[in-house]
């Protein structure tokens, strides 16, 4: 089965490759039949393996491959190598599953646009590349597809090329990763100094996670925050979350696929992936966590503010990032994956259904213009019922499984009230924004123009189909990790323990909090079966909020329409620094932007036009002048020469006779 | 020592030569001081080739006064041309060396 590896990303690599290639005649039947088709064949390897893997005993669930010699210099050596083991095949079947939904949905999606074979082309390469990240079996190749997704992101985000803003987009997305990016190969170099000072060279995972205990604390610590900023940027994360809203000027499919099963995801599989070396750092941990709940957070009450409908899916994507960081912030990494995957399928659902609502509303994006849509487009209204419910965190769908236990893992590793009260306030938050878009899209009455309205449609087959499933799966996606506190046995934490170690929640020692979770934290020092007891006040704690959130939502508009706009009018300036995402877009581009054309124009001014052409410009002109001077012995005149001639031959004979005497 | 006088005249003569191609104006004065110098040389050619009790010395001298006699009806020529050009054969009159 180890052979069957490589197969995982080479099947969307031979579509781009058929496509890219040799595609340029196909009908636009045959260019869909090749991109879907061979996203799914990798599902199925991926199916295949995972198969297999449920039969083998926990500790052999790793296969690796190694295809060939990459850089062998010296003593270091890395090389093209797969690994598949328990957090990469779920990834895989998350890229690939969802993935291939979003293929088959853009069949639908992108029909009529000229540019449908290159789209069909970038996707597969798209998912090429995660597929790389997640299946390499060494930093440097994980880098190569860290590396291809923005470099695809960058294509998918600025698909629409001739429209200026969704190329500057592009350029956004492009510059701010190659930021975070910076970081990553910081780390990188400073991981491999450090382990070759040992007489270690590898970047090999396997062989790193042997080797981790060489690193000192010190060390470990400032490769492990590099790296976390890449992962900043990959994942979007403050402070480099800006790119991912302004990702929303791609087609719709590529921003579900970006936020959902590819791409952003990157970061927090990074860090499951190098969890032993995360392990060694406590202060990076504390700083993943603290970043993760302030982008949950910050993210959240932008999202509140919002009128556009996928930009308000877009700060939400941010904010449920942050989850996944607190979530392997706090040392379970498997809390993190398990809201990763459950995410990617709400998410994805949310992002297509949105695609789905602008295919009916002829493009229209803009909340304020919609509404009543209820009855129009049954389908992608109930499914996105079943998406918000489920990243409302509503008990008994997949997002109140993985969002409680990161919040429960939160709180019981750090003892700290505040991190579990943010994180389960900005739950309340994502479920007052999701439904405050719900509502405004589908209740009340129909805000748009006449002739859109005569066009709403309910999306063809090809569309509604990804979307059921989708649906499905964020109903059940959940079930693989019912925490043990209401009778399940959390499947998913067994499954990566493998990889990522066994996660086991310190016992409460603590002072402060107040209300259910001061009972919370007196009934968790009593012991393990107290502990139990705490987790479930908080959960219903999490749960109150999370209700709370949907019913003041539904309060401010369905039962009273009128609140938000008296809400608007009292609190213009807060909602206007809301709206307007806080100004940093404006600030980042006041600091750095103008920062770095200014310093731009002094290197300009100064370094390229004072020093290096003073220098060129210098050399030429004393050239020129010593050539000026050398010039007059040229002076044409036979006696000139002749007595040069002689002159040299005395000076030479005079020489020669100076040696003899 | 017989041949260090030869050795002094060639030496005199070549000097004569010499000073004069620097500083005499008219082209053909310069000629026959190049002559000159020849000439020195051809002395102290014949002067070696004596004391070595070898021909080679002469044979030199004969190659050089044929190349010198050839040269001399070239550079006559040239001359006679610039004269045609210009109205004069003074070196100072002309610069046509440049490049």
Redesign the interface.
């Known amino acids: 089965m180890a052979d069957l590896i490589w197969l995982i990303p080479a099947f969307p690599a031979i579509g781009f490759l058929i496509n890219g290639l040799v595609g340029i005649r196909f009908p636009k039947t045959l260019t869909a039949w090749v991109a879907c088709l061979s996203v799914i064949a990798s599902f199925a390897v991926s199916a295949t393996i995972f198969v297999q893997f449920l039969q083998l005993a926990p500790e052999s669930r790793v296969f690796e491959k190694t295809v060939f010699d990459w850089i062998v210099s010296g003593d270091f050596k890395t090389q093209i190598g797969f690994r598949i083991d328990a957090l990469s095949i779920i990834m895989c079947l998350v890229v690939s599953g969802v993935g291939s939904l979003i293929h088959i949905y853009s069949v639908g999606y992108m029909h009529d646009d000229p540019g449908f074979r290159r789209f069909f082309c970038y996707l597969n390469l798209f998912v090429f590349m995660m597929l790389t990240l997640v299946t390499g079996d060494n930093v440097l190749l994980m880098f190569v597809g860290w590396e291809g997704v923005g470099l695809c992101s960058y294509l998918l985000i600025g698909f629409w090329y001739e429209k200026d803003s969704a190329s500057n987009a592009g350029k956004k997305a492009f510059i701010v990763n190659r930021i975070g990016d910076f970081g990553f190969l910081l780390g990188v170099f400073t991981l491999v100094g450090a382990l070759g000072a040992a007489g270690v060279w590898t970047l090999k995972f396997s062989e790193l996670q042997a080797n981790a205990h060489l690193l000192g604390p010190g060390l470990a610590t400032i490769i492990t925050l590099l790296f976390f900023v890449g992962a900043t940027g990959k994942s979007a994360q403050i402070p480099l979350y800006v790119w991912l809203p302004d990702a929303m000027e791609g087609p719709t499919p590529v921003s579900s696929l970006i936020h959902a099963a590819t791409m952003v995801t990157a970061g927090v599989y990074m860090i499951a992936r190098l969890n032993f070396l995360y392990v060694l750092a406590p202060t990076t941990l504390l700083v993943v966590t603290v970043v993760g709940l302030l982008t949950a957070f910050f993210a959240a009450t932008i999202g509140c503010a919002q009128y556009d409908i996928k930009r308000v899916l877009a700060y939400s994507t941010v904010s449920q990032l942050g989850y996944m960081f607190v979530g392997v912030g706090a040392g379970a990494y498997a809390a993190g994956i398990f809201h990763l995957m459950t995410h990617a399928f709400f998410k994805g659902l949310l992002f297509l259904a949105a695609g789905s609502v602008m295919h009916a509303m002829s493009g229209e994006l803009d909340m304020r213009k919609m509404g009543g849509l209820r009855k129009k487009i049954p389908i992608t209204y109930w499914t996105t019922l079943i998406a918000c419910l489920a990243i409302a965190g509503v008990p008994g769908l997949s997002g109140f499984f993985s969002k409680d236990e990161i919040l429960w893992m939160a709180f019981s590793r750090y003892h700290s009230f505040w991190f579990w009260a943010l994180g389960a306030v900005t739950a309340g938050l994502t479920a007052f924004y999701m439904f405050r878009m719900f509502f405004n899209t589908f209740h009340g009455e129909c805000r748009a123009s006449e002739e859109v309205k005569h066009h709403i449609h309910e999306s063809p087959k090809v569309m509604t189909i990804p979307l059921m499933v989708l649906a499905v799966l964020s109903i059940i996606g959940g079930y693989v990790g019912v925490p043990h506190l209401l009778g399940g046995s959390n499947h998913i934490e067994k499954w990566l323990e493998p990889v990522v170690g066994h996660h086991a929640p310190a016992a409460a020692t603590h002072s402060g909090g107040f209300g259910i979770v001061s009972t919370a934290f007196a009934s968790a020092a009593e012991g393990h079966g107290a502990e139990t007891s705490a987790e479930m006040q908080l959960m219903i704690g999490a749960i109150i909020i999370g209700l709370l959130g949907i019913f003041i939502a539904w309060l401010f508009y369905m039962k009273n329409p009128n609140i938000p706009k008296r809400f608007v009018e009292k609190f213009h300036g807060l909602f206007t620094l809301v709206h307007n995402k806080y100004f940093v877009d404006e600030l980042y581009g006041f600091i750095f932007v103008k920062g770095l054309f200014k310093l731009g124009k002094v290197c300009k001014d100064f370094f390229d036009e004072t020093i290096i052409d003073g220098i060129i410009n210098g050399i030429a002109a004393a050239l020129s002048g010593i050539g000026s001077l050398i010039r007059k012995i040229?002076?044409?005149?036979?006696?000139g020469?002749?007595?040069a001639i002689?002159f040299g031959a005395i000076i030479v004979i005079g020489y020669l006779i100076s040696r003899i005497l | 020592m017989p041949q260090t006088l030869y050795y002094l005249l060639s030496a005199v003569l070549f000097t004569v030569g010499?000073v004069g191609?620097?500083t005499r104006r008219n082209a053909i004065v310069?000629f026959m001081c190049i002559e000159l110098m020849l000439n020195a040389v051809n002395l102290s050619f014949i002067t070696s080739g004596n004391f070595l009790n070898s021909l080679d010395g002469t044979i030199f001298v004969i190659f050089i006064m044929a190349v010198a006699a050839a040269e001399a009806a070239v550079g006559l020529a040239i001359f006679v041309l610039i004269f045609r050009l210009k109205g004069t054969v003074h070196?100072?009159d002309?610069?046509?060396?440049?490049?």
Not at chain 2, 94 to 99: A, T
């Open positions: 040229q002076s044409g005149f036979v006696q020469y002749a007595f002689i | 010499a191609v620097i310069i070196v100072d002309f610069n046509l060396l440049k490049g």
